[in-house]
């Protein structure tokens, strides 16, 4: 059994958003600009804790908060990851077993309480801190499609490049390099900053040709094609579908997330606002910061680039 999974990244902060009642903002530059809408979610002490049950349940994480249950109905619990298996273990507390007149054991989580400290950090952990406009659901968007363009494709160009001139790998990985060896010969971390996300732009273009382009093996027929490859731009949106996208049409290849995709989403929302003092890049990861040389960064993306994208 694998670590319960997550709803589509779209739908869940749809839900969340209503399930806590969070108000959309519009965000505003210094020179009066729209940027756009975002969200703040976190952190979690600021809701109320009795959310906190559904919450959980959101992120696949049924703890139970209403008493005794079935010892079986735990099995989820071994296969989570180390960080979230740790957090979840301190908010359940020490188990309490007993048994049934029928012979079924039962567990209970005394120390269990939505207003803990420790359920506290649980939901902490998996609550984004804010949500900006390229992130949000699109109804919760400050800008919105043009009416005239909803039935408009606009990949019918970009896929017609893509099958007209892949971009072989190989490509990929020797421009890569070249925006590594730029961005060392450049003192200034704003130029190394924005050479940082063109590496991560030409990354996340790759696997959006990858996907597009298996919409052409299925059928001849125009129409199809066409529909397919407006559901397949939709499941390239999010982490959690874009690696359903991966299993599905190469399930022989092993999925991993562009490395360090939150830094990527910061330095798209606001470059400026990512420190990068001697070398090294400061971003938040689920509310924790996380320091890392841009050079490794570059590394990274290069490794990913030729062990996953191949």
């Not at 969070?22 to 756009?36: F, H, P, R």
């Not at 071994?78 to 188990?95: C, F, I, K, S, Y």
Request: charged share 25%; no cysteine; aromatic share 10%.
């Amino acid at each position: 059994m694998s670590e319960p999974s997550l709803p589509p990244a779209s739908q869940q902060f749809d839900e969340l958003i209503d399930l806590l009642g969070l108000e959309v903002e519009v965000e505003i530059g210094n020179d009066d600009a729209v940027y756009g809408n975002y969200i703040q979610f976190g952190p979690a002490s600021r809701h109320d804790p009795e959310l906190f049950p559904a919450v959980l349940d959101f992120f696949g994480i049924p703890l139970p908060f209403d008493g005794a249950v079935p010892v079986s109905s735990l099995a989820w619990l071994p296969n989570l990851q180390r960080e979230t298996l740790e957090l979840t273990l301190h908010a359940l507390g020490d188990p309490s077993l007993s048994i049934t007149d029928t012979g079924e054991f039962l567990v209970s989580f005394p120390q269990l309480r939505s207003d803990s400290e420790e359920t506290l950090s649980l939901v902490d952990y998996f609550l984004p801190s804010t949500l900006f406009e390229h992130d949000l659901p699109e109804k919760h968007r400050y800008w919105q499609p043009d009416p005239e363009d909803l039935y408009q494709d606009s990949d019918d160009d970009l896929m017609d490049l893509y099958q007209a001139h892949p971009v072989p790998v190989d490509t990929l990985i020797g421009e890569l390099k070249s925006l590594r060896a730029s961005a060392v010969s450049i003192s200034d971390p704003s130029i190394q900053k924005a050479l940082l996300f063109a590496s991560y732009s030409l990354v996340e273009s790759f696997t959006n040709q990858q996907a597009l382009t298996y919409a052409g093996r299925f059928t001849a027929a125009p129409d199809a094609t066409a529909y397919l490859l407006r559901l397949l731009r939709q499941e390239l949106k999010t982490v959690d579908r874009r690696r359903k996208l991966v299993k599905a049409f190469r399930p022989e290849k092993e999925y991993k997330e562009i490395p360090h995709w939150p830094l990527r989403n910061d330095l798209a929302h606001d470059i400026g606002a990512v420190p990068l003092e001697n070398g090294q890049l400061t971003y938040e990861d689920r509310s924790k910061p996380v320091t890392i040389a841009a050079t490794e960064l570059f590394d990274q993306l290069i490794n990913y680039a030729s062990n996953y994208l191949r």
